[in-house]
């Protein structure tokens, strides 16, 4: 039945298919100047039941301590019993799409009329139990954020896509909602079914990023080709760099194979040279990296555990952003112009592919031919000191390449191949390397003669040195210890000083597309 439901709705056109009264995805901006913004949105309120945070409380940590621009909640797609401040929800339990109609958007709404947050931007959205797979952070703009809209949004994809019991809905909208949709919220078919509705019904204006993919054993790499192909314009990035980066074993990455924990606080998917992202991009895919807090706590109220970092205090997403509100964000996020960043390593990033008038940045695409040399150009700024009161220094930036040889077809060898060989560091630029500007950046530059192959390439850079004890090893990062010191206070130390010893920064990469005389693309 499932299997005949999927096929119905990958044949529906968009317009065949009803949601939220007939409304329609927002257009995309074009055309507008933009600014480069730092954003989160992957912050847990009391609304997630392991969570020790105020909605209030994680606004005033995100925007007016630490400096974000935008912030998106992500509270567990489950039922919930306590509302933004903590405190007992009257009667019991209620689900997520509910405490955000009644407590959460609200709130929003409020604190931002108040004006007690100007000029940010802030959104509610969801952390997901994918079917049969691990959680992914969902939102759903809609073309009202935080309105009426957005709730009704939630609440379908809450009863359509979790095990909620009917009795929470409104009999009418269940009515409608499964007039065009079968519930479906226990297999990996039924996940499929899940991205494809949102692919199908809000492809402008939602996101879905994997989070913390290496966590568990669940994932194989022809899942990921799957769901990028079922839902390219949503399901379109992952937390390469994972939240939760005070837990002892940092990221909360504890298994005990090499791919299920963590390499300078990176997901195995992100920090393997060679590993699945650069598989995924080898096929040309637009899958981007990002990073999060994921926060719960920094150290709970007992002192007895720590969590992870406030938004904003450890890693920062850098994004381009065409416009002031999250449709903008959003839009920002699936364009591939950005980067992800531990510890403030670097506070800006101007990395561009080009030969005289065409020009490619991170996520762009450059079209070039066979024999032509283009020159890809790297500017960055690191601040004076971040948030630990460290003073801050890149040792050294990788520029990365590999070959873009086509997507894999579903069914054959490569379409389970998690691994791309052509993958390399192309150059490893140090100080001896760059020079300051005058408008304050370190830049450097590096010709590429353009073979008769598709290439992409990405940055990656670090304040270690390319062999350090415990850390790196050829210039690759080493697993990630736990810290096991029994004395909570020390223990806590320790991981803190781990983690700010230890700092990354990933971009995006740009595509080269490489072409013949007689076939330019241009």
């Given at each position: 039945?499932?299997?005949?439901?999927?096929?119905?709705?990958?044949?529906?056109?968009?317009?065949?298919?009803?949601?939220?009264?007939?409304?329609?995805?927002?257009?995309?901006?074009?055309?507008?100047?933009?600014?480069?913004?730092?954003?989160?949105?992957?912050?847990?309120t009391?609304?997630?039941?392991?969570?020790?945070?105020s909605?209030?409380?994680?606004?005033?940590l995100?925007?007016?301590?630490?400096?974000?621009d935008w912030?998106?909640?992500?509270?567990?797609?489950r039922?919930?019993?306590?509302?933004?401040?903590?405190?007992?929800?009257?009667?019991?339990p209620?689900?997520l799409?509910?405490?955000?109609?009644?407590?959460?958007?609200?709130?929003?709404?409020?604190?931002?009329?108040?004006?007690?947050?100007p000029?940010k931007?802030?959104?509610?959205?969801?952390?997901?139990?994918?079917?049969?797979?691990?959680?992914?952070?969902?939102?759903?703009?809609?073309?009202?954020?935080?309105?009426?809209?957005?709730?009704?949004?939630?609440?379908?994809?809450?009863?359509?896509?979790?095990?909620?019991?009917?009795?929470y809905?409104?009999?009418?909208?269940?009515?409608?909602?499964e007039?065009n949709?079968?519930?479906?919220?226990?297999t990996?078919e039924?996940?499929r079914i899940?991205?494809?509705?949102l692919?199908?019904?809000?492809?402008k204006?939602?996101?879905?990023?994997?989070n913390?993919?290496?966590?568990?054993?669940?994932y194989?790499?022809?899942?990921?080709?799957?769901?990028?192909?079922?839902?390219?314009?949503?399901?379109?990035?992952?937390?390469?760099?994972?939240?939760?980066?005070?837990e002892?074993?940092?990221?909360?990455?504890?298994?005990?194979?090499?791919?299920?924990?963590?390499?300078?606080?990176?997901?195995?998917?992100l920090?393997?040279?060679?590993?699945?992202?650069?598989?995924?991009?080898?096929?040309?895919?637009?899958?981007?990296?990002?990073?999060?807090?994921d926060a719960h706590?920094?150290?709970?109220?007992?002192?007895?555990?720590?969590?992870?970092?406030?938004?904003?205090?450890?890693?920062?997403n850098?994004?381009?952003?065409?416009?002031?509100?999250?449709?903008?964000?959003?839009e920002g996020?699936?364009?591939?112009?950005s980067?992800?960043?531990f510890?403030?390593?670097?506070?800006?990033?101007?990395?561009?592919?080009?030969?005289g008038?065409?020009?490619?940045?991170?996520?762009?695409?450059?079209?070039?031919?066979?024999?032509?040399?283009?020159?890809?150009?790297i500017?960055?700024?690191?601040?004076?000191?971040?948030?630990?009161?460290?003073?801050?220094?890149?040792?050294?930036?990788?520029?990365?390449?590999?070959?873009?040889?086509g997507?894999?077809?579903?069914?054959?060898?490569?379409?389970?191949?998690?691994?791309?060989t052509?993958?390399?560091?192309?150059?490893?630029?140090?100080?001896?390397?760059?020079?300051?500007s005058?408008d304050?950046?370190?830049?450097?530059?590096y010709?590429?003669?353009?073979?008769?192959?598709?290439?992409?390439?990405?940055?990656?850079?670090?304040?270690?040195?390319?062999?350090?004890?415990g850390?790196?090893?050829?210039?690759?990062?080493?697993?990630?210890?736990?810290?096991?010191?029994?004395?909570?206070?020390?223990?806590?130390?320790?991981?803190?000083?781990?983690?700010?010893?230890?700092?990354?920064?990933?971009?995006n990469?740009?595509?080269?597309?490489?072409?013949s005389?007689?076939?330019?693309?241009?």
């Amino acid at each position: 039945m499932k299997k005949k439901h999927l096929a119905l709705l990958l044949s529906l056109p968009l317009s065949a298919i009803s949601f939220m009264n007939g409304a329609s995805a927002a257009p995309l901006a074009k055309h507008q100047p933009g600014k480069w913004m730092t954003g989160e949105y992957h912050v847990h309120t009391f609304q997630s039941d392991d969570a020790q945070y105020s909605l209030s409380g994680v606004m005033d940590l995100g925007f007016n301590k630490y400096g974000l621009d935008w912030m998106a909640t992500s509270d567990h797609l489950r039922m919930e019993k306590r509302d933004d401040e903590g405190r007992d929800i009257s009667g019991g339990p209620v689900p997520l799409s509910k405490g955000m109609a009644d407590y959460q958007v609200p709130k929003i709404n409020s604190l931002m009329k108040a004006g007690q947050f100007p000029g940010k931007i802030m959104f509610t959205s969801f952390e997901w139990d994918i079917p049969n797979y691990e959680h992914a952070g969902v939102g759903l703009v809609t073309n009202k954020p935080n309105s009426s809209e957005l709730l009704k949004a939630v609440s379908q994809f809450e009863y359509l896509f979790t095990n909620r019991e009917a009795k929470y809905f409104d009999s009418a909208d269940i009515a409608r909602w499964e007039s065009n949709t079968s519930r479906a919220y226990s297999t990996a078919e039924d996940a499929r079914i899940a991205f494809q509705w949102l692919e199908q019904n809000m492809r402008k204006n939602s996101f879905l990023i994997f989070n913390h993919p290496s966590r568990k054993t669940v994932y194989t790499i022809a899942d990921f080709r799957d769901f990028n192909n079922l839902a390219p314009t949503v399901a379109f990035g992952f937390e390469g760099m994972v939240g939760n980066q005070m837990e002892p074993d940092r990221g909360g990455l504890n298994l005990e194979t090499p791919a299920n924990r963590t390499y300078g606080g990176a997901d195995y998917m992100l920090a393997k040279l060679g590993g699945a992202w650069d598989a995924l991009l080898g096929e040309g895919r637009h899958f981007w990296n990002f990073s999060n807090s994921d926060a719960h706590f920094h150290i709970s109220e007992n002192r007895l555990y720590s969590s992870g970092y406030a938004p904003g205090e450890y890693s920062k997403n850098y994004t381009y952003v065409k416009g002031n509100d999250m449709q903008a964000v959003l839009e920002g996020m699936r364009s591939g112009k950005s980067y992800s960043v531990f510890g403030d390593l670097i506070n800006a990033l101007d990395f561009k592919a080009g030969k005289g008038s065409r020009k490619a940045e991170m996520g762009e695409t450059l079209t070039a031919k066979k024999g032509d040399v283009i020159t890809l150009k790297i500017r960055f700024k690191s601040p004076q000191k971040n948030n630990n009161g460290d003073p801050v220094k890149v040792d050294h930036i990788d520029l990365i390449s590999g070959v873009v040889s086509g997507k894999a077809k579903p069914g054959t060898d490569a379409y389970d191949k998690e691994t791309n060989t052509s993958t390399k560091v192309l150059k490893r630029f140090t100080s001896k390397d760059w020079k300051m500007s005058k408008d304050g950046y370190y830049e450097m530059s590096y010709p590429v003669k353009v073979t008769d192959k598709d290439m992409y390439f990405r940055l990656r850079g670090t304040n270690l040195g390319v062999n350090v004890s415990g850390e790196t090893l050829n210039g690759e990062p080493l697993v990630d210890a736990k810290s096991t010191t029994e004395d909570n206070e020390a223990r806590f130390k320790e991981i803190n000083e781990r983690n700010y010893n230890d700092l990354w920064f990933y971009s995006n990469p740009i595509f080269v597309d490489s072409v013949s005389k007689t076939n330019r693309k241009w």
